[in-house]
């Protein structure tokens, strides 16, 4: 077999892996955006749970997420498919992830900030809205598309549960073909390809922040 | 000043360049032994960077630097080997900005540090010397505490005890009460002032026009990468005779 | 509760071979990380480049396919390893190339004004690394490496797609026989993060990228 033959057989797993990774982010960016205001509070009955919410979903691997999802809630759940419950599991944990990142991101903006906004005598929630949030955001981007490839790279246990992703497809060829060392190193590119791009958004996100804020 | 004709460290035409842009051009200065020079002007005016050529951390692109007997040469004109580098990195001590005292260390350890191993003196002896030399600058209680319990002013008086404890001749200064309170600068200049008395050479990056009129035997003006204006202290700083000069002094003066 | 009681004895085996291969990747895997952290900063780029891109491979692909890659792909160039080993071995190589990162970061992180005070105190270049450098950088770089430990322990969890015997697969095993998915799952999740948090405790650590 050519490379170029295998190359074409890992390919139909892009789609699913890329997709998969952007609906786990998403699901992610989404839920772990109150989860890091919980965590903020200045209310031990909101910012304790979330403490323990965040510690819990870092504290145990990707793989037993998935499995516990497929597995346990999935059994109440006959129609959810491999691909679902990976969007899921990872999902969680990637909202854990992101509100470490949301939360270091709000602390980041300077106290004085929050003096300076609430001397113009405007309110918390547009003080969060028109002064700090936007700042927050731009410091957010690095440290968010670095988790989007580690996220990429948690995605490939997806395949464990049948999602047909490319590594579940490299699997597949492997056993096929026997040439697992060839097609294993094609799907290992892959994989640096995918996140190449992303990686010099954060790299340049970087440069361009820390010019912007003077960091 | 009537001193001996013999300069203890002359620098002639020094050139310092990063990536292609010239930062020094043509510096020459003859420090005799025992003198104090204060080097002022404005930022960007070189100043620094032709003080750190003096021990070779910025080497100068060309020109050479007499010091002690030996020659050192910059980079387009042959550069220094390893060992001559080293000769003349002991026999020059230098005080930074930003103290740049080892955090790992305690400020008596700091001091042992270079002795033992630049020097090669023994542990028990190292530890003498570092004693004495906390005490001469008014430190003697805070031997055992790591710099980052110690105030800034004694940090700064710390890094001037490492320096001394390796006997050198010239002394070094790039700003060193630039990152200071007032209140602790104060007890630096003092530290500074004795050694000047005691005999000391030294070269003094600084923007405290006290000092240099107080202190030094001679100020050299710096702008733009070159030499403007030098003369004895008191006179330049009272009476600067280049406009560039008398700008920068009122300027200074005003605030 | 009585369900863990039960299962508990069928699980700890499983907990014992995930140590042992947390264990076996760091033990071959830092020393490398060493190294190549080492030879990143290297004067001569013929030497720095190639390590770079090894250290990149290593951290951008993920932990499966090396894994895949050493157990399914070597015994075609004829090197065959056991499940375990496999397993220890790719690990290894992403723990080396992980380490070498923070620890050419921790080498970076030490202010170059340090250096610089060694260089004007006559230290040669080596006593500036072996005394001021190298003794900053360990204090950097231990809660990174702590950090990552954790993250290796339950990057092992991986091995359970090579069928090696460790806690996932003991947890697996288990529900299949007994059709307690809830209760052996749980029960692996938990021992995963009471190792995992204790670790985090005693440690302090609190830098923690998802990376495996």
Redesign the interface.
Known sequence: MTVMEHLQALAGGIGTTVTLTLAAFGVGAVAGFPLALARRSSQWWLRLPALAVIEVLRAIPPLVWLFIVFYVIGADFPLMTPFQAAVAGLGLIAAAYLAEIYRAGLDAVPDGQWEAASATGIGTLTTYRKVVLPQAALIVVPPAATYLIALLKDSAVASVVGTTDITFLAFQEARVTLEGFEVFVIAAALYLALSAPVALVARTADRLISRRLGL | MNHPPQPLLEASDICIAYGGHQVVHDVSLAVAPGEVISLIGPSGAGKSSFLRSI?W?EPPCSGTLTFDGSTFRGLRDGGVS?RQL??L??S???V?Q?F?????LSALENVV??QV??LGRSKAEARERALQELHHVGLGEVTDKLPSKCSGGQQQRI?IA??LA?DPQVMLFDEPTSALDPEYAMDVLVTMRRLADEGMTMLVVTHEMHFAAEVADRVVFMAEGRVVEEGPAAALIRDPQHERTQKFLAAVKGR | MSTWIELFPDLLPGLWVTIKLTLLALGLGLPCGVVLAGLSAAPSRWVRWPVIVVVEIGRGVPGLIVLYLVYRGLPQVDVVLSAFLSAGVGLAFSTAAYTAEIIRAGIAAVPVGHREAARALSLSPLQEFRLVVLPQALRTVIAPLVGFSIILYQGTSLAYAISVPELLSRAYNAASITFQFGAALTLAGAMYAVVSLTATALAGARSRERVL
């Open positions: 021990n951390l390893k080293q000769g990195r002991r020059i001590g230098m930074f930003q740049n005292l080892f955090p790992h540090l270079a191993h630049a890094a490492r320096a390796l």
